[in-house]
């Protein structure tokens, strides 16, 4: 199993930045690519990122691109997504995700394992 925990969220204004970690622990090795999801207020989980598991190549939104930057340590075995230029859109609960085979990047059923969130809320 596999078990994924997020930190790195919280409360900034428009403009400011934030890094989010997702630190992978568990009793099984997840040679996984690592994705970020989000979900805000009555709306569905949008993807935002995704990761290799080499880290050799990157997926974004494009509401994100070029203010978000995805990336990873294998050996500390962590994820982090650094969010830039943060605009009050970007306020919702962030996820992260793992998978062993990611064929569709922004299908929420591609991924095996889920964390259970943090928040990000940005003020105008």
């Known amino acids: 199993q596999v078990q994924l925990v997020e930190s790195g969220g919280g409360s900034v204004q428009a403009g400011g930045s934030l890094r989010l970690s997702c630190a992978t622990a568990?009793?099984?090795?997840?040679?996984?690519?690592i994705g970020w999801f989000r979900q805000a207020p009555g709306k569905e989980h949008e993807f935002v990122s995704l990761i290799s598991w080499k880290g050799d190549r990157t997926w974004y939104h494009d509401s994100v691109k070029g203010r978000f930057t995805i990336s990873r340590d294998n050996a500390n075995n962590t994820a982090y997504l650094q969010m830039n230029g943060l605009k009050p859109e970007d306020t919702a609960v962030y996820y992260c995700a793992a998978g062993w085979y990611v064929n569709v990047v922004a299908r929420r059923r591609s991924y095996d394992y889920w964390g259970q969130g943090t928040q990000v809320t940005v003020s105008s």
């Open positions: 568990g009793s099984t090795s997840c040679n996984c690519a």
